[in-house]
């Protein structure tokens, strides 16, 4: 049996346009409920990323939990899966990945807010949240067999999707082409530093993910804005063939064999998703562990994970590919994404890269590592976690020696599945998520209103 060619079929099956629709259409459906929150309440949300109280029960800090959701989405997506995506569906679908950011940021917030609503805790005494709980507390026990998909998948996910294989095989591969060193060295090395961080538990991973986040974010984004200063004269062209792409398709240029409107529908919101996960039901787990009080308020927090994610990173990839023309070249993945950096960086494009794909997709296997833990409390109770643990790095020490084609059909697979439960329960629950917001809005113009009677009372005694 051909079980490459059976993976396909599967994959295209599990992402056909059903899922596509189902994905995008709850984000807009939940966008229009919530009024445009994304755009209406952004400055918020980024302002209160540095200046949430953390006054509620949580076993991290809102940051933390922003940071261990990031670490898990800011990963490979962001360079090998942005490439592979303009690489099969053109430049166009890069826009697809922005429409899909755009409506997945309201789709997060609505995660996020209700792993807090319905989060609970475990045996051990730390937080437990995330679609499994939000299904079973909020929809009622009836609805436990979906909440149980969910937490499968979730597993499933973390040990042969998202949270191993690609990862592993993005930083053996490209430590191997740019610094030469052999796969089983940096696989072994790998397994032991994800070992020595993921037994520690959350408040490890978070403490790693509050440190290396913000820094690796920052570094590339730095330097992709490096390359695109470089090209300066080549952005207007490449935004507007992004664009007229997304709508016309692509037309052989270079190495590139063309690509139709529905290839980069189809490239662009799937990678997009695999990128910043909104609709998953991953971030929300980690939403969930935040010290809040006010599910809405680390749902805002959350929402800025996925802008962050696609709107900026990606969007710096995407540019950079299109704006040194490595997108019609030969290269594919991660070695793309290196033609592009090594075109304004010709000594050391390829450390740069390679410094930056590691991070990125360390972090995102420890975030993953509890994201999978969690789910497998929910199935198993706390006596599966140590098990867990060790079949994880066991894992991760196997993905090295997988093929890339492979491993991009089970992540995705595995994605899709993972994403049906998770979007049947946002939808139920979307009437719980506007009463909830419209109480956070409503304390917050309290407070507003009280500071300003406060204010104008005690300039009354001033005078």
Not at 264 to 289: D, H, K, Q, Y
Not at 295 to 317: E, H, N, R, W, Y
Not at 403 to 418: C, Q, R, S
Not at 420 to 447: C, D, F, W
């Amino acid at each position: 049996m051909d079980w490459l060619n059976l993976l396909q079929e599967i994959d295209s099956w599990i992402w056909g346009p059903p899922l596509l629709m189902l994905l995008v259409g709850t984000g807009i459906y939940l966008t229009v409920r919530l009024k445009l929150l994304q755009i209406i309440r952004l400055p918020m949300a980024l302002k209160l990323i540095f200046t949430a109280q953390n006054d509620g029960k949580g076993d991290v800090n809102s940051f933390a939990a922003l940071c261990t959701a990031l670490a898990a989405t800011v990963g490979t997506g962001n360079i090998v899966g942005v490439a592979t995506a303009i690489k099969a569906g053109g430049p166009g679908a890069l826009f697809w990945m922005w429409l899909a950011a755009f409506f997945g940021m309201a789709t997060k917030y609505s995660e996020a807010l209700l792993a807090v609503k319905y989060r609970s805790v475990d045996a051990n005494g730390q937080i437990s949240g995330g679609p499994m709980y939000y299904i079973e507390n909020g929809m009622g026990s009836k609805y436990r067999p979906l909440a149980v998909m969910f937490a499968v998948c979730g597993v499933l996910v973390a040990f042969f999707g998202i949270g191993t294989f690609p990862q592993v095989n993005a930083i053996v591969s490209t430590v191997e082409l740019s610094l030469g060193v052999p796969v089983p060295v940096t696989a072994a090395v790998l397994t032991l530093l994800v070992a020595l961080v993921t037994i520690g538990g959350l408040k490890r991973i978070a403490g790693v993910a509050s440190k290396v986040v913000p820094f690796m974010a920052l570094f590339y984004v730095l330097i992709c804005l490096c390359t695109l200063i470089a090209y300066a004269e080549q952005v207007p062209q490449a935004v507007k063939l992004i664009i007229e792409s997304a709508f016309s398709g692509t037309a052989a240029a270079g190495g590139f064999l063309g690509a139709t409107v529905l290839m980069a529908i189809r490239n662009g919101v799937a990678r997009g998703v695999f990128s910043n996960e909104a609709g998953l039901g991953s971030a929300p787990i980690a939403a969930a562990a935040a010290k809040t009080k006010w599910p809405a308020k680390q749902g805002l927090i959350s929402m800025t994970g996925t802008f962050i994610d696609t709107i900026i990173v990606c969007t710096m990839t995407g540019l950079a590919l299109v704006v040194t023309g490595a997108w019609s070249g030969k290269a594919a993945g991660a070695a793309m994404t290196q033609e592009a950096i090594s075109a304004a960086f010709p000594a050391v494009g390829p450390y740069i890269l390679t410094m930056g794909l590691v991070l990125f997709a360390f972090t995102t296997i420890l975030g993953w590592n509890y994201y999978g833990e969690r789910c497998c409390e929910y199935l198993f109770g706390t006596k599966s976690i140590k098990p867990y643990r060790g079949i994880f790095i066991g894992l991760v020490a196997a993905g090295a020696f997988l093929k890339l084609d492979v491993i991009w059909l089970i992540a995705d697979i595995v994605n899709g599945m993972m994403a049906i439960p998770n979007l049947i329960a946002l939808l139920a629950l979307s009437g719980v998520v506007v009463m909830e917001t419209n109480r956070y809005l409503q304390h917050l113009q309290r407070k507003e209103t009280t500071g300003a009677c406060g204010e104008t009372y005690n300039k009354q005694l001033n005078n």
